[in-house]
């Protein structure tokens, strides 16, 4: 009778795993860290309690791994978060190679370099999808604009993928989005025989369109596309102009997505439409742009939709997936996605139908002053939680570090345009507050089930945008063709006055022929080069032209409108004078700190439970300015240890702090910045923590390295 239940209990078990289907047994974070963020919920948490608040002090390096292929002056980033299965990390490298190495040693088992001929293929990358179906194991990661499979034991290209183990994110996207700047950042995100993908596309008035794909894991055939521009008879197709999906693009899903295996949904946060900072020519509500999007995973149908911020014209992507959580209210355990955003606000969304569940309202804001802007009139601002970050830069949070800080700013800010967080754009320039990146920010929120809390960093740097014209004639006489090139397509990052950001991230033009022939300039033009992509698609005329402006050499004056320039309908009336944060004269932020911060809320309650500035500058420290919080990259974890693990910061810390409380109870100085979210994993009973230091963000110096630490 033992003999026979031991036979019963093993069929039934070889039964069970059979049954399961592919990728279904480790959906969550536990012993591995088996997915982006940890696990489909988003939710960065780890059940391991080995490290705790007793001994989290005796933290030190259990291993390092260097790639070997970072740009120390700035140039590149590691953005990654890792994924650790059955004792395997796999990540990638500033310059996207992917790497499997032993977790518990850090020693290298294969690395896979993509040597994709397309320079704006070295974008930031935030990791790679792991799928298993029986002895069938994969990596999917994608560099430049393609997906690439590979085996998950060797590292080499699983041929029968696509074509020669990769598929075009293109594919899906019409004929006119196949020389445009398509690639994809974040992960991808595996239900059953289906990858889902979203991408990243230009900010400008040349962004493809910003349509949601799945693929089949194991052909990369094409099996279903949401139109996040809705085509005529479609969903949403009454919130733009009639012809908008033709000529307007972006509303794409950059920052990754969620996912509710048991209900077989996907959620997915999407950005705004393009131009980003202007909308003359895509008036109305434009669904699907800034929407939490309840998909389902097997089909790609809508299930349900929740827009958070109405025509977007101040470049507020949703910047990371929604968190899954379960919260409680009124007694009833009820699931939920935890949607942060980078203008501070938490929208606590009921999982199967969307509905809020704390009140959300409809508040008035300001017209735009733009011509033939039409600025929606009101946005949807929650009631609770209350936001975690300040939502209006008035004078009296000027800055007040030094007397001659203060006079700097007020200098400027009296001639801005300034108010809450939705006032519109403007040839005087507008206060954007919290900045273009948030806010809220790509490293996701980590949610405790223990306690309901979800931690959130942020950062509150002011920025300022400024609107120029560029459709005007000079004096009456046809503008110059490269200026009118540079001011639609260069302008925003490269600078008014060809100088560049003040991160180094997009360098000076000025007196770039000495650098560079103009040869040179055209391929990286057709090319892209680090982060700048590709623009392929432009007439040959314009790039010579565009050229000729920044070489400072013929500079010819037709009219732009006889060109035959990129359809007038995608070129904006306006274009912007660069990503501009709000700086006194030293170079700190305009606004009184905290200028970073994290903050534990409470979902079950609504509320704030703690704040803590994040980060710190050492020289104001040492003149008695401590506890400013710095801008910050990346995102937290939170484990059953009772501690919130978090890097991010541009002082290069690595830190812990008592989740309960916000106390700061360890730090560690990394060799750069960690700008990623740290995993969490355990190999023979120890439990370790991994960040990637890959800097290169907020003029910070550039690294190579993972750092794993254990007791």
């Not at 590149?76 to 790497?99: A, E, H, R, W």
């Not at 939705?422 to 089930?449: C, H």
């Not at 905290?594 to 704040?611: C, F, R, S, V, Y």
Request: with cysteine; glycine share 10%; charged share 20%.
């Amino acid at each position: 009778m033992q003999k026979y239940s031991r036979y019963v209990w093993l069929f039934i078990l070889i039964f069970f795993n059979c049954c399961q289907s592919p990728n279904s047994l480790k959906d969550e974070a536990g012993t591995d860290w088996p997915i982006y963020l940890g696990g489909n919920s988003g939710a960065q948490y780890s059940p391991l309690d080995q490290i705790t608040l007793d001994n989290v002090s005796d933290l030190k390096i259990a291993w390092k791994f260097s790639t070997g292929d970072a740009e120390f002056n700035g140039k590149t980033q590691i953005q990654c978060n890792p994924i650790i299965i059955d004792g395997t990390l796999y990540g990638t490298s500033p310059k996207l190679k992917v790497f499997a190495l032993d977790a518990a040693t850090g020693k290298e088992k294969w690395i896979y370099n993509p040597n994709s001929n397309v320079n704006f293929s070295m974008n930031v990358n935030r990791g790679v999808t792991y799928y298993k179906n029986g002895i069938d194991k994969r990596i999917f990661f994608t560099a430049g604009p393609e997906i690439f499979c590979l085996d998950a034991n060797t590292g080499k290209l699983i041929k029968d993928f696509g074509i020669n183990g990769k598929v075009s994110l293109k594919v899906g996207l019409g004929i006119d989005a196949q020389e445009r700047y398509v690639v994809s950042t974040t992960p991808g995100v595996i239900f059953k025989d289906k990858i889902i993908y979203g991408t990243r596309v230009s900010e400008n008035s040349d962004a493809a369109p910003g349509a949601i794909r799945a693929y089949n894991v194991n052909s990369g055939v094409l099996e279903w596309v949401f139109n996040t521009i809705p085509l005529p008879d479609e969903l949403g197709y009454n919130t733009w102009p009639k012809e908008a999906y033709k000529n307007v693009g972006g509303a794409n899903a950059w920052s990754g997505m969620s996912l509710d295996t048991e209900r077989g949904i996907v959620y997915i946060p999407t950005g705004s439409a393009s131009f980003d900072f202007w909308g003359g020519n895509r008036i109305g509500d434009n669904l699907f742009a800034n929407c939490v999007l309840a998909l389902n995973a097997e089909t790609g149908e809508r299930i349900w939709h929740f827009q958070t911020v109405h025509h977007d014209i101040w470049d507020r992507d949703i910047p990371t997936p929604p968190t899954l959580v379960t919260v409680e209210h009124e007694g009833v355990k009820i699931d939920a996605a935890a949607q942060i955003t980078k203008s501070g606000f938490v929208f606590l969304l009921n999982r199967e139908t969307g509905e809020p569940l704390f009140p959300i309202e409809e508040r008035a804001v300001q017209p735009s002053e733009l011509l033939g802007e039409k600025a929606s009139s009101t946005q949807p601002i929650p009631v609770s939680p209350p936001p975690f970050t300040r939502q209006q830069f008035t004078k009296e949070e000027i800055t007040d570090i030094s007397a001659a800080a203060h006079d700097s700013v007020s200098k400027q800010f009296k001639n801005l345009r300034a108010g809450g967080p939705f006032v519109p754009p403007s040839e005087q320039g507008t206060i954007v507050f919290p900045g273009f990146d948030g806010g809220g920010g790509w490293g996701g929120s980590a949610f405790d089930s223990e306690t309901g809390l979800l931690f959130v960093n942020a950062k509150e740097i002011p920025c300022i945008i400024t609107m120029e014209e560029t459709t005007s004639m000079e004096d009456g006489r046809p503008i110059n063709l490269g200026e009118n090139v540079y001011q639609l397509k260069c302008v925003m990052c490269h600078g008014k006055e060809l100088q560049g950001d003040a991160t180094g991230t997009y360098p000076s033009l000025v007196d770039l022929e000495k650098k560079l022939s103009m040869e040179e300039a055209l391929s990286i033009i057709n090319n892209g080069k680090g982060f700048m992509p590709g623009f392929k698609h432009i007439s040959e005329k314009e790039k010579k032209g565009v050229v000729n402006y920044i070489f400072n050499q013929q500079r010819e004056t037709e009219d732009v409108h006889e060109m035959g320039m990129d359809s007038n309908q995608r070129n904006s009336k306006y274009t912007h004078t660069g990503y501009n944060r709000f700086y006194d004269h030293e170079g700190y932020p305009a606004i009184k700190p905290p200028w970073g911060t994290l903050t534990a809320i409470d979902l079950n309650k609504g509320e704030i439970k703690w704040q803590v500035p994040l980060g710190e500058y050492d020289e104001l420290t040492k003149r008695g300015i401590d506890k400013t919080g710095t801008a910050n990259y990346g995102g937290p974890v939170v484990t059953a240890g009772n501690l919130v693990f978090i890097a991010a910061t541009i002082d290069e810390y690595f830190r812990a702090f008592n989740k309960n409380t916000g106390e700061e109870v360890w730090k560690f100085k990394l060799p750069a910045a960690g700008y990623a979210t740290p995993s969490v994993y355990q190999i023979n009973g120890k439990q370790f923590i991994v960040i990637a230091c890959g800097g290169g963000k907020g003029g910070t110096k550039s690294g190579d390295n993972y750092l794993a630490f254990s007791l």
